[in-house]
């Protein structure tokens, strides 16, 4: 199996304590690197705040860090729908995201809904 490492990939410092544990010390390695980055796709592919969020306005996608205030602040899709519908809701977004465009597009893309 093949693995790419990011462009921005640095590799740490691995403690080797003899030649004869090179191939178990960058086994081990390899192995983290693999299970890092399953962790990483599954909860992508997982959490439907995480995949659909960012299409959740007029003027899709979301921007970033938008988006990772809503989805501490909502913990489903449904959440932020009845944010974006309800006067309480608007004022918590309104208090919660910077961007008032952020907002205003969020809640409209909730009443074409």
Sequence with gaps: M???????????????SSVSSLQATLFGFQRQLVVARR????????????ALLPYC???APIPGH??????????????????ATT?????????????????ENLVKFWEEE
């Design 2 to 16: 093949r693995t790419s490492l990011p462009p921005s990939f640095e590799i740490p410092i691995i403690p080797l």
């Design 39 to 50: 962790s990483a796709e599954s909860i992508a592919k997982g959490d439907p705040r995480v």
């Design 57 to 59: 306005s007029v003027d």
């Design 66 to 83: 938008d988006r990772n205030i809503l989805s501490e602040i909502y913990h489903s899709i449904p959440e932020i729908a009845q944010a």
């Design 87 to 103: 006067r309480e809701g608007k004022e918590a977004l309104k208090k919660w995201v910077e961007d008032p465009l952020v907002v």
